[in-house]
């Protein structure tokens, strides 16, 4: 099992461009959720999903949309990226019960 | 709203000097408290989870223990291959009953292991 894959990497946009951020899981697990994660800020949940199909809001989903048209995918839009989403995203999944899994996460630079 | 602190915001030890972090917590409706470990550069990774005070969890070095107000990972002769961002997050019943799994983390402590 390859766990939770997030692609790509790395990325530098220019304000005003837009880009999706993609993420994979092979566990079958139900939930998954995007976090971003700054310095002195800890994990902050953007947006999350608790079935194919079905997506809402987290704590900070201002400038981001996602979709989940797929249970083992989870899409995170950037529509006109800022330089304030300079950040590293993290997406994680987790099944009906137990603790969530992460990815290694996506670098993200908006000049 | 659910809130977690951590403390110290840093950690520097000597291989085997022992010692404790702190994650305070507020939730209404403990659902269950998480401790991730996250090395520079990848995702966290997870270690324990407790469901109610009084609970205790182990695994190798590392030991957690958890109360109605707070959490601590005592860390017993730490090697340097323990240095890593240690974050504290919880889960609460949310409204109506269920928060589908959302945590809420901690800003994380930076332990640092010197040989």
């Known amino acids: 099992n390859a766990g939770v894959t997030q692609t790509p990497k790395f990325r530098v946009l220019k304000t005003g461009q837009s880009m999706t951020l993609l993420c994979a899981q092979d566990m079958n697990h139900e939930y998954m959720y995007w976090y971003r994660q700054d310095p002195g800020m800890g994990l902050r949940l953007i947006h999350y999903s608790v079935g194919e199909g079905t997506t809402a809001k987290g704590e900070v989903p201002d400038g981001y949309n996602v979709s989940r048209l797929k249970k083992q995918n989870f899409l995170l839009g950037l529509e006109s990226a800022a330089p304030s989403q300079t950040s590293v995203y993290f997406c994680?999944?987790?099944?009906?019960?137990?603790?969530?899994?992460f990815g290694p996460g996506t670098r993200l630079t908006v000049t | 709203e659910d809130q977690v602190t951590q403390s110290p915001e840093a950690l520097r030890l000597q291989e085997g000097e022992s010692s404790s972090l702190n994650c305070s917590y507020t939730?209404?409706?403990?659902?269950?408290l998480f401790w991730y470990r996250q090395d520079p550069g990848k995702g966290p990774e997870f270690l324990f989870t407790l469901y109610s005070a009084g609970e205790e969890k182990e695994k190798e070095r590392l030991k957690a223990t958890l109360t109605k107000k707070e959490s601590f990972l005592h860390i017993t002769a730490p090697k340097p291959e323990d240095s890593a961002t240690y974050l504290c997050a919880v889960r609460s019943a949310g409204a109506g009953g269920t928060s589908y799994g959302k945590l809420t983390f901690g800003q994380g402590t930076i332990l640092t292991v010197h040989p």
């Open positions: 939730v209404s409706g403990l659902r269950g």
């Open positions: 994680a999944s987790r099944p009906m019960r137990g603790e969530q899994y």
